[in-house]
Antibody, heavy 119, light 112 residues
Framework: EVQLQESGPGLVKPSQSLSLTCSVTGYSITSNYWGWIRKFPGNKMEWMGY???????SYNPSLKSRISITRDTSKNQFFLQLNSVTTEDTATYYC?????????????WGQGTLVTVSS | DIVLTQSPALAVSLGQRATISCRAS??????????MHWYQQKPGQQPKLLIYRASNLASGIPARFSGSGSGTDFTLTINPVQADDIATYYCQQSRESPYMYTFGAGTKLELK
């Protein structure tokens, strides 16, 4: 069964970059679509972006100038980088695999990792 | 962007029916596809897919969960509610795929 696991620093300073890794087992990231979603304190959820089986990406327009999603197919991992973070980027970050047929719903989720932006 | 509106909370008794609504600011249906999906999230856990394309039960989800709706109005029904169903429920639309996806603010299901 497909499993996803986020990892990365739990604390980032304002103006720095947030970098997270999603390690996938049980399924190749060269198939399907893979996304990042975050949940803010107060429960609002925001789609951040995805990387496809071919390596193409799509980003939330509100983040487009700060976000980058990349991958390492040899390690079956994909990555999130968010630049110039502020305290408003404090959230739990989830990686997820989309539905098999097309990028519409999120069929599998990682456990999530809390990232706090604070000096 | 398409805005999804959910009631913040719903109180229900065990064994009764729970009806959770989600209203979209514009239609999320394309021809015969209703691009609304539902998730359950319990505290400390990741979201779990319940329903996809408005009415299709995800793998392993009990039949007491069902979904309906089209256009701008969608409903998640739990009947009968069990103690294990106490959680927050989110709707999510993919009408603007692959450029944008949005979630509702969540409905917290509570025991009456």
């Amino acid at each position: 069964e497909v499993q996803l696991q986020e990892s990365g620093p739990g604390l980032v300073k304002p103006s720095q970059s947030l970098s997270l890794t999603c390690s996938v087992t049980g399924y190749s990231i060269t198939s399907n679509y893979w996304g990042w979603i975050r949940k803010f304190p107060g429960n609002k959820m925001e789609w951040m972006g995805y990387i496809s089986y071919s390596g193409s990406t799509s980003y939330n327009p509100s983040l487009k100038s700060r976000i980058s999603i990349t991958r390492d197919t040899s390690k079956n991992q994909f990555f999130l980088q968010l630049n110039s973070v502020t305290t408003e980027d404090t959230a739990t970050y989830y990686c997820a695999r989309y539905s098999i047929s097309s990028p519409h719903w999120f069929a599998y989720w990682g456990q999530g990792t809390l990232v706090t932006v604070s000096s | 962007d398409i805005v999804l509106t959910q009631s913040p909370a719903l109180a229900v008794s065990l064994g009764q029916r729970a009806t959770i609504s989600c209203r979209a600011s514009q239609s999320v249906s394309i021809s015969r596809y209703n691009l609304m999906h539902w998730y359950q999230q319990k505290p400390g856990q990741q979201p779990k897919l319940l329903i996809y394309r408005a009415s299709n039960l995800a793998s392993g989800i009990p039949a007491r969960f069902s979904g309906s709706g089209s256009g701008t109005d969608f409903t998640l029904t739990i009947n009968p509610v069990q103690a294990d169903d106490i959680a927050t429920y989110y709707c999510q639309q993919s009408r603007e795929s692959p450029y944008m996806y949005t979630f509702g603010a969540g409905t917290k299901l509570e025991l009456k």
